[in-house]
C-alpha cells in the first residue's frame, strides 16, 4: 500500500500496514525517488531582428524595382518581412541615416576633432593680438593727450 505525503510531495512505502480497527502503523520507509519528468518542449523566446544598413538598401533596391501586381508581396514573403518596415527604412534612407554606413553605435569619441582645436587655437591667439591692439591704442590716447596732439583732427576725412 501506498501513500502520498502532501508536505514533501514523495512516495511513501508502507512496510507494515494497520488494521483498521486500531493497530498501529510501525514502520514507513521512503520509496526510491521518482525523477520528475520535465516538459520537453520550451517555449521559443522572441528575438528581435537586427537588419544591416547593406540588406535594407538592397531590399529596398529590389522593393523599388518591382512593377508588377503581387511583386512587392513575393519579395516580403520571401525575406519574411512587414510591408511597414519598407516605410520606416525609405523614410531612413531618404533622411540619410542608411548611407552613413561607417557610424557605428555606442558613446562618442573622447578625441577632440582637430579642427575644432586648430580653429580654438587660433581664437586664442586672435584674442591676444586683440588685447595687445587694446594696449597699445591706450598707450598712444595717453602719449597724445600728455603731448596735446589731437588723434583725430576737426578736418579728417575719417570716421569711426
Known sequence: ?????????RKLTVVSAPERSGGALTTVAPAAPVPEIADPEVPPQAQRRRFSAEYKLSILKQADACREPGELGALLRR????????SVWRRQRDEGALGNLSRRRGPKSRRPDPRVT??????RRLQRDLEQARTIIEVQK???TLLGIP????????SD
Open 142 to 144: 595717453k602719449v597724445s
Open 1 to 9: 500500500m501506498e501513500k502520498r505525503s502532501s508536505r514533501k510531495a
Open 118 to 123: 586648430e580653429l580654438e587655437r587660433e581664437n
Open 79 to 86: 525575406e519574411g518581412l512587414y510591408s511597414s518596415l519598407l
Open 151 to 158: 588723434l583725430n583732427p576737426p578736418g579728417s576725412d575719417e
